[in-house]
């Protein structure tokens, strides 16, 4: 069974810098737990490590399909476990960075066909984006918990492969590592982040994908950056706006990051506070992995429906 250590936390906590540190101290290869990261050509938006860390760190998860392809956690899962069956020395540990709850859950507990189906997941956000909530009611009358439209979305998904409409509860797994940075700082350093990467291009990377793809997906357009370029792109945002579109949209996501770790997973809280050394908050990290060693993932076949 492989083994990883895991880094997980909100968007523009400095994950990935502290990942790096660590990667390089332990030789440890690296598995991205990002679910926007999978996306090739979406590089500026999704602050993907440039192609000399990539070169420097062998990665997974990172570049697997085109963004006009809908994707999965499902999917997701099975790529990572074509790719572990590649992996020289299997017995030494990897570490899994990333704030997609539901990939980290995925690699460590398996899942039971909830938002695994590719097909499933097109026809309910097919249906959701055509008729909205009212159209997933009328696919779904029986749920239990018609108020959320996700939630509701994820049943019909299930209900289509035949599955009952409720997911089987499971207990947390074991302990994670996550960054806990300040609120203000965290602020900052997102507002930072939303202007570098305007600045940085990401208008222009955003005229590139449409260019050759079309449309994006209906997952790879959750991406957050990308609706505000493609704003800047139909002139119904100047560059200014779209900033701070973007920010506003990072530090919701941000929110519901921690609330999911808070509530789904046990987690060891390391403070990334302003002015901190980068190296001191890998150290402490580091302290937590050899206090609990390293997690086993669960990358074994999907149960058939």
Same mark, same amino acid.
């Given at each position: 069974m $492989?083994?990883a250590?895991?880094?997980?936390?909100?968007?523009?906590?400095?994950?990935?810098?502290?990942?790096?540190?660590?990667?390089?101290?332990l030789?440890?290869?690296?598995?991205?737990?990002?679910?926007?990261?999978?996306?090739?050509?979406?590089?500026?938006?999704?602050?993907k $490590?440039? $192609?000399?860390?990539?070169?420097?760190?062998?990665?997974?998860?990172?570049?697997?399909?085109?963004?006009?392809?809908v994707?999965?956690?499902?999917?997701?899962?099975?790529?990572?476990?074509?790719?572990?069956?590649?992996w020289?020395?299997?017995?030494?540990?990897?570490?899994?960075?990333?704030?997609?709850?539901?990939?980290?859950?995925?690699?460590?507990?398996?899942?039971?066909g909830?938002?695994?189906?590719?097909?499933?997941r097109?026809?309910?956000?097919?249906?959701?984006?055509?008729g909205?909530?009212a159209?997933?009611?009328e696919?779904?009358?029986?749920?239990?918990?018609?108020?959320?439209?996700?939630?509701?979305a994820r049943?019909?998904?299930?209900a289509l492969?035949?599955?009952?409409?409720?997911?089987?509860?499971?207990?947390?797994?074991?302990?994670?590592v996550?960054?806990?940075?300040e609120?203000?700082?965290?602020?900052a350093?997102?507002?930072?982040?939303?202007?570098?990467?305007?600045?940085?291009?990401l208008?222009?990377?955003?005229a590139?994908l449409r260019?050759?793809f079309?449309?994006?997906?209906?997952?790879a357009?959750g991406?957050?950056?990308y609706?505000?370029?493609?704003?800047?792109?139909?002139g119904?945002?100047?560059?200014a706006?779209?900033?701070?579109?973007?920010?506003?949209?990072?530090?919701a996501?941000a929110?519901?990051?921690?609330?999911?770790?808070?509530?789904?997973?046990?987690?060891?809280?390391?403070?990334?506070?302003?002015?901190?050394?980068?190296?001191?908050?890998a150290?402490?990290?580091c302290?937590?992995?050899?206090?609990?060693g390293?997690?086993e993932?669960?990358l074994?076949p999907?149960p058939?429906a």
């Amino acid at each position: 069974m $492989p083994r990883a250590f895991f880094l997980v936390g909100p968007t523009a906590a400095g994950k990935t810098e502290t990942a790096h540190r660590l990667a390089a101290r332990l030789r440890l290869d690296v598995v991205s737990a990002d679910a926007m990261l999978v996306y090739r050509g979406m590089d500026i938006g999704t602050a993907k $490590p440039s $192609p000399g860390e990539r070169r420097r760190f062998r990665y997974a998860g990172v570049d697997l399909v085109d963004p006009d392809t809908v994707f999965s956690v499902g999917a997701y899962r099975a790529a990572i476990r074509t790719a572990a069956a590649a992996w020289p020395a299997p017995d030494r540990p990897r570490l899994v960075v990333g704030g997609s709850g539901l990939y980290v859950k995925a690699l460590l507990e398996g899942i039971d066909g909830d938002a695994a189906g590719v097909a499933e997941r097109a026809a309910a956000e097919r249906l959701r984006r055509e008729g909205g909530l009212a159209a997933l009611h009328e696919a779904l009358a029986a749920l239990a918990d018609p108020r959320n439209p996700r939630r509701v979305a994820r049943a019909l998904e299930r209900a289509l492969r035949g599955e009952g409409t409720r997911p089987r509860r499971r207990e947390p797994a074991g302990l994670l590592v996550g960054l806990r940075p300040e609120r203000d700082h965290l602020r900052a350093r997102i507002a930072e982040r939303a202007r570098r990467m305007f600045e940085g291009g990401l208008v222009e990377e955003a005229a590139g994908l449409r260019a050759r793809f079309g449309a994006l997906s209906a997952t790879a357009a959750g991406a957050i950056g990308y609706r505000e370029a493609f704003a800047v792109l139909e002139g119904r945002l100047d560059r200014a706006e779209a900033v701070e579109r973007t920010a506003a949209r990072t530090r919701a996501l941000a929110r519901r990051q921690m609330t999911w770790f808070r509530h789904q997973a046990r987690v060891a809280c390391v403070d990334a506070a302003e002015g901190q050394m980068p190296g001191d908050v890998a150290d402490r990290v580091c302290v937590h992995w050899e206090r609990h060693g390293p997690l086993e993932l669960d990358l074994g076949p999907e149960p058939r429906a």
